[in-house]
């Protein structure tokens, strides 16, 4: 057998350069779309409740306390509920909680 001329070694190198190439375009596509439907979720997300009432394990029981939407002491058992819904709540001894005093931004001093 004999030695490859340069002109094949080159045209090796264009086959192989050529597999890169459509392999990166994939990989570029790939991450558009991700980056495409990242942006679709984000928009059809719902925006975060303003008020939250935190229940206890329990969930027959009364509620354990009122936090702002954005709280980050909010536990899991938490709803999302309408402004009237925590004003009576705090109305009716719900407490508030103390990291982000939701009976402040409502107005309802103790």
Wanted: with cysteine; charged share 30%.
């Amino acid at each position: 057998m004999s030695e490859p001329t340069r002109l094949d070694l080159l045209r090796f190198l264009l086959r192989v350069q050529e597999r890169d190439l459509a392999r990166t375009r994939r990989w570029i596509a790939d991450e558009e779309r991700r980056e495409a439907e990242e942006q679709r979720g984000a928009a059809a997300r719902p925006e975060p409740p303003d008020w939250l009432l935190e229940h206890g394990i329990n969930r027959a029981a009364a509620p354990v306390a009122v936090h702002a939407g954005a709280c980050h002491m909010a536990g899991p058992r938490s709803k999302g509920v309408p402004v009237d819904v925590a004003r009576r709540a705090l109305a009716e001894g719900v407490p508030a909680c103390t990291h982000c005093r939701p009976d402040t931004e409502l107005g309802i001093m103790d």
